[in-house]
């Protein structure tokens, strides 16, 4: 890519494709891309290609570099992950289908790529595909709020003061498009659009399609005045996993994030512990000491650098001038999740990165080959059966003739 004159449109083409090839945060995959080129890495890790000697001598360098090792056995089981999904590229389609509604797809060297989220280093996302008009503001005019999906009236009251104060003082406010927290945020910010654009929602699957559909009048006022954000190409499902990281770049895009309520165990505590290791500002909103959804907050404001926020100004003085980087290829460390007394564990809690994306990938009722879930998972065929091997005897997947599907502990 030439800097002078910005992405040219196989260097877009290229980065459309490997959207759809890696999940999110695949940091071998990006690796790759930052060593060889999109075009490149796109012809080894969707085709037929191998590495030149010395194209791999610059990976393991710069591996190297950030700490980490890529050995013959880690290459061939990325490879192995990366070809379950080549059969399925077709960045044209995909291209075709965002521009027909209304959206775009930034790459680096766009004029209006937020350069906030190169702070991900080794996470952060190839490409964004966009719906709507409007463009990513600055750092320090995006405040994220989040909270939990079940929201107390309590929760979506204080919400909608807040949003409301910082709204006014021209803040764009980012959120998750969800329930609860999230569509009282993007509510409020629309209800008071002093800022341009009022409101962001970064989405954990394709734009092609409103998720949750509950709040699809909702995203499309999001998507007609501000912008829906997503690493994932149309089509592409929401899956907890891409729900858990899509939150770093709700971390990342803001100068500072709020949490409203999250109880102990929640995707916002996941969010804030991404905030804090960004060297972003976390503010927490105080709940009733007897309310199970302020449980996660007062867990944050005891156990993180985090600040006690009541009002728009608290949360104002909390906004940076610029935002800290974080290079490296390491995940940011979601906030702890022990879970606390009275609250029961969820059988997939425990899952390793691999494990929930094959556990995700294990449709409910009807068997699905294995085949098919190493493309839905993004993984080798060698790694979903050690994962499903290990899934069944937790009950979480059972085999059902040349299928597995989930197992009945998880349902």
């Not at 037929?48 to 570099?65: F, I, K």
């Not at 996993?241 to 994030?257: D, E, K, Q, S, T």
């Not at 996941?270 to 009733?288: D, I, M, S």
Request: glycine fraction near 12%; charge should be neutral; charged fraction near 20%.
């Amino acid at each position: 890519m030439n800097p002078s004159t910005g992405p040219t449109e196989d260097e877009r083409r290229a980065r459309a494709a490997l959207t759809r090839l890696l999940e999110p945060g695949d940091g071998l995959g990006a690796l790759a891309v930052r060593c060889w080129g999109a075009e490149r890495t796109l012809q080894v890790l969707g085709g037929p290609d191998a590495p030149e000697p010395g194209e791999r001598q610059d990976l393991v360098v710069a591996a190297a570099d950030q700490g980490h090792r890529v050995t013959s056995r880690t290459w061939s089981a990325a490879q192995e992950r990366w070809s379950t999904r080549r059969a399925d590229l077709a960045p044209d389609r995909d291209l075709e289908t965002i521009h027909r509604l209304g959206g775009r797809l930034l790459v680096p060297g766009d004029p209006d790529w937020p350069v906030a989220v190169d702070d991900l280093g080794g996470q952060a996302p190839l490409a964004l595909w966009c719906r709507g008009t409007s463009t990513i503001p600055a750092v320090h005019r995006t405040v994220s709020v989040v909270g939990s999906r079940e929201a107390t009236q309590y929760g979506q009251q204080v919400t909608a003061q807040l949003v409301s104060g910082v709204a006014r003082r021209g803040m764009t406010v980012l959120s998750g498009g969800a329930y609860g927290i999230d569509a009282a945020a993007h509510r409020a910010a629309l209800a008071a659009p002093d800022a341009e654009p009022p409101t962001l929602a970064v989405m954990a699957g394709g734009l092609d399609r409103f998720y949750p559909a509950g709040n699809e009048q909702l995203l499309h006022q999001v998507a007609e005045t501000g912008l829906l954000i997503s690493e994932m190409p149309p089509g592409a499902s929401p899956t907890r996993y891409r729900f858990l990281a899509r939150n770093r770049l709700i971390a990342a895009l803001a100068g500072a994030v709020v949490v409203v309520e999250a109880r102990w165990r929640s995707g916002a505590q996941n969010t804030a512990g991404h905030a804090l290791g960004l060297g972003r500002e976390v503010g927490v909103v105080p709940g009733p000491i007897t309310s199970a959804a302020s449980a996660g907050c007062h867990r944050l404001l005891r156990e993180t650098p985090s600040t006690l926020v009541t009002e728009a100004d608290e949360i104002i003085s909390l906004m940076p001038h610029h935002a800290l980087p974080d290079d490296g290829l390491s995940r940011p460390s979601p906030a702890a999740g022990a879970t606390k007394a009275g609250e029961q564990e969820r059988a997939h809690d425990h899952l390793t990165v691999e494990e929930l994306l094959v556990f995700e990938a294990l449709p409910v009722r009807a068997p699905a080959e294995v085949a098919r879930i190493c493309s839905v998972a993004g993984l080798g065929t060698g790694t979903v059966l050690g994962v499903l091997t290990r899934l069944g005897r937790q009950g979480l997947a059972e085999q059902r003739g040349a299928g597995w599907r989930r197992g009945s502990t998880a349902r």
